[in-house]
C-alpha cells in the first residue's frame, strides 16, 4: 500500500488523508490495484466585506455593503461555497437600522464543511426626502426692506431611516439687496446621505411709507407751517409739499400734497401723498366794550351801541337805537356782516347792559315847627311823587310827637318797582309850644286852654295851680308847680325834670303822657310830692323813673301803661287798664293792687313791701 508492503490475509485498512494506492498481488503474482483518497480536513472560508468600513457617519454605511465568502479546499475541492440561505458565496445588503450578522458555509467534496460569520453596522443608502421651504414664497417679489428675514426662513425634510442630523436641513444663499436670488436647502441625515432643494426669489424697491394725518382745521388767515406740513416717511429723504410753507388758502377745503425723495434711491422709488385741509372761515373780532349804567328811561344810543370789528361791515343791533329798557340786566346783541363773506362769518356779540332803576322825584315841603300835642296830618305828611305810588310815613298820620326836634321818616314805594328804586328820606320837625317856655315865677294859677302848648322849662316856676283844659297841652323839661295839677281833656302831657309839689291828676288825654323817661333818653325823672292819678287816658302813658311820694291810681286807660323804675312811697293800684301793662323794677314801700288788665301784663324786677295783688291779668 502506497508502495509499502503489507501482509494481510483479509483486508487492509486505508488511513491518513491523502491519496491512497493499494497493489493486490495473489500468490500466482497476479496483481490488482486500486486507488483511494481520503479527505477528513475541513475547507478553508473567509470574508470580505466592501467597503470594509462604514463610509457613512456616525457608523453607518451609506454605500450598500457587499459581504463575499471565499472558500479553499486542498485535498477534496471545494464542493461549495454559500452565503447562509443564499446561493452565491455573497450577498449586497440592503438598508437596515440595526446590526446584522452574515454567515457562510464551505463545503469540500468529501463533505466536509466549515463556516464563517461577520457582523455588519447599519445601512441607510437612500437620502433624506427633498426639502420643503417655509417662511419664503418661491418665486416671490419682494419689496426692499420688506424680504423675510433670514432667521424666519427655514427648510424642512425627512429620513425614516438614520433620522436627519442635529443640524438637519440648512438653507443657504439668502440676501435682501435688490435682485434675484436662490435659496439652497440641503437635508442631511445621520448617515451623510444628503437631498438639495432650490428656491428663486425677487427683491425690488420699495415705496416708502409717508405718514401725514389729517391737518386740523385751520381759520383763514393762517398761514400754512410745520403744524400742517408735516410728513415723515419711513426712510429718509426730503419733502417738496405744495403749496409751500408761508401760503394762505381760501376758506374750503384745500387738498396738500408733497413728493418724497428718498436718499436712497437705489433700494427706493419716490412716493407722494395728498391730504385735504379745511379752512374755516375766519370769524372776526368783535370789540364791545361793556357800556356803562344806565337810568331807567334812558334810550339807547351810539353811547351804548358803539361795537367796532377788525374787518369792514356792517353792524345790526338788537334791541335797536332809541330803545328804552326796563330796569335789570339787560342783554344787548349785535350781529356782524362781513363785506368779505367768502372767508369771514357772520359774528355775534352780546354785552351785558346795567339799567339802573330811576329814583322817582318826591317833594316833601316838611313845616319846620308844630305845636306839642298836635297830631301829625297832611298838613306835616303833605309829600308828592311825579310818578304813583303810595306814601308811608314814620310816625304815621295821628301820632303826637313829643317837644323838641323830633325826626320824621318818609318811604315812598312806586307802583311801578320793577324800574323806580324805594324812595326813602327823613326830616326833623320842631315840636314846641304857642309861646316861650316860662323860665321865670308865675305867682298866680294857670290855665292852659284849647290850642294852646304851653311849656315850662328850667327855672320856671308857678306858684298856684295848673289846669289844662281840653285841647290843650303841657311839656315841662324841668321847673317847679307848686300848686295842684288838673289835666282834663289835654291833647298831650310831657313831664321831664320837673317837680310837683302837690297832687297831680290827669284825665282823659287824648295823646301821649309821659313822666320821666328812662336813662339816655333825654327826659329825666319828675318828683311827685303827693298823690298820682290817672284815668281814662286814650294816647297811652309812660311813667319812668320817677320819685313818687303819694299814692298812684290808674284806671280806665287805653293805649298801654308802662310804670318802670319807680320809687314810690305809697301804694300802687291799677285797675281795668287795657293795651297792655307793665310793671317792673318799682320800688313801692306799700301795698300793690293790680286787676283787670288786658292787652298784655308783664310783672317783675319789683321791690314791694306791702302786699301784692295781681288778679284777672292778661
Not at 475541492?77 to 438598508?95: K, P, Q
Not at 374750503?252 to 372761515?281: C, E, I, R, W
Not at 368779505?340 to 318826591?362: E, F, G, Q, R, W
Not at 321865670?440 to 327855672?459: D, E, H, M, V
Amino acid at each position: 500500500m502506497d508502495g509499502e508492503p503489507v501482509n494481510a490475509t483479509s483486508g487492509i485498512t486505508v488511513s491518513g488523508d491523502g491519496a491512497h494506492i493499494v497493489v493486490a498481488r495473489d500468490s500466482a503474482g497476479n496483481t490488482a490495484s486500486a486507488a483511494f483518497l481520503i479527505d477528513t480536513t475541513s475547507p478553508l472560508i473567509s470574508h470580505v466585506v466592501s467597503p470594509a468600513t462604514p463610509d457613512g457617519t456616525h457608523g453607518w454605511y451609506k454605500t450598500a455593503p457587499t459581504v463575499t465568502f471565499n472558500c479553499s479546499d486542498n485535498l477534496s475541492g471545494v464542493y461549495r461555497c454559500l452565503v447562509d440561505g443564499g446561493a452565491s458565496n455573497h450577498v449586497t445588503l440592503g438598508d437596515s437600522g440595526s446590526t446584522r450578522t452574515i454567515s457562510g458555509t464551505a463545503t469540500d467534496n468529501a463533505a466536509n464543511t466549515s463556516h464563517d460569520s461577520v457582523m455588519v453596522t447599519m445601512v441607510d443608502s437612500t437620502a433624506p426626502a427633498t426639502p420643503t421651504f417655509s417662511g419664503i414664497t418661491s418665486g416671490g417679489t419682494y419689496s426692499f426692506g420688506a424680504v423675510p428675514a433670514s432667521s424666519a426662513i427655514s427648510c424642512s425634510s425627512s429620513d425614516l431611516l438614520s433620522g436627519l442630523t442635529v443640524a438637519g436641513c440648512v438653507v443657504t444663499g439668502y440676501s435682501s439687496a435688490v435682485g434675484t436670488h436662490t435659496l439652497t436647502a440641503t437635508a442631511t441625515d445621520n448617515a451623510g446621505n444628503t437631498s438639495l432643494a432650490n428656491l428663486t426669489y425677487t427683491v425690488v424697491k420699495a415705496d416708502p411709507t409717508i405718514t401725514w394725518n389729517q391737518p386740523g382745521p385751520i381759520v383763514y388767515g393762517t398761514a400754512l407751517s410745520a403744524t400742517q406740513l408735516n410728513a415723515t416717511a419711513s426712510v429718509p429723504g426730503t419733502f417738496v409739499y405744495n403749496p409751500a410753507a408761508g401760503a394762505i388758502l381760501q376758506a374750503g377745503v384745500q387738498t396738500l400734497s408733497v413728493t418724497f425723495t428718498p436718499t436712497d434711491t437705489a433700494d427706493y422709488n419716490p412716493a407722494t401723498k395728498t391730504v385735504s385741509l379745511t379752512v374755516n372761515k375766519a370769524t372776526p373780532t368783535i370789540t364791545w366794550n361793556q357800556p356803562a349804567a344806565i337810568v331807567y328811561g334812558t334810550a339807547l344810543s351810539a353811547t351804548q351801541l358803539n361795537a367796532t370789528a377788525s374787518v369792514p361791515g356792517t353792524f345790526v343791533y338788537n334791541p335797536p337805537e332809541g330803545t328804552v329798557l326796563q330796569a335789570g340786566t339787560r342783554t344787548l346783541a349785535t350781529t356782524f356782516t362781513p363785506t368779505d363773506t367768502t372767508d369771514y362769518t357772520t359774528a355775534t356779540k352780546s354785552v351785558t347792559l346795567t339799567v339802573n332803576k330811576a329814583n322817582p322825584v318826591v317833594t316833601w315841603n316838611l313845616p319846620a315847627t308844630m305845636l306839642f300835642g298836635t297830631p301829625l296830618s297832611s298838613t306835616q305828611l303833605n309829600a308828592t311823587a311825579k310818578v304813583p305810588g303810595a306814601f308811608l310815613y314814620s310816625p304815621p298820620a295821628g301820632t303826637v310827637l313829643q317837644p323838641g326836634p323830633q325826626p320824621i321818616s318818609l318811604t315812598f314805594t312806586p307802583n311801578d318797582t320793577a324800574n323806580y328804586n324805594v324812595y326813602s328820606t327823613s326830616k326833623t320837625i320842631n315840636v314846641g309850644s304857642s309861646q316861650p317856655c316860662l323860665s321865670t315865677t308865675l305867682s298866680s294859677p294857670l290855665t292852659i286852654k284849647s290850642g294852646t302848648a304851653y311849656c315850662i322849662q328850667a327855672g320856671g316856676l308857678v306858684k298856684g295851680s295848673v289846669t289844662v283844659q281840653s285841647g290843650g297841652s303841657l311839656f315841662m323839661t324841668g321847673g317847679t308847680i307848686s300848686g295842684s295839677l288838673t289835666s282834663t281833656g289835654a291833647t298831650a302831657l310831657s313831664f321831664c325834670g320837673a317837680s310837683l309839689n302837690s297832687t297831680v291828676s290827669i284825665s282823659g288825654t287824648t295823646g301821649p303822657v309821659r313822666i320821666g323817661g328812662p336813662g339816655g333818653s333825654g327826659c329825666a325823672g319828675v318828683k311827685v310830692a303827693s298823690s298820682l292819678t290817672l284815668k281814662s287816658n286814650t294816647g297811652g302813658i309812660s311813667v319812668v323813673g320817677n320819685t313818687l311820694s303819694g299814692t298812684v291810681l290808674a284806671t280806665g286807660n287805653t293805649h298801654g301803661l308802662f310804670f318802670s323804675a319807680n320809687k314810690v312811697s305809697g301804694s300802687v293800684t291799677f285797675d281795668t287798664n287795657s293795651g297792655g301793662v307793665t310793671f317792673t323794677n318799682n320800688t313801692v314801700t306799700s301795698f300793690v293792687s293790680i286787676s283787670n288788665s288786658t292787652g298784655g301784663f308783664v310783672f317783675s324786677g319789683n321791690s314791694i313791701s306791702g302786699k301784692v295783688t295781681l288778679k284777672n291779668n292778661s
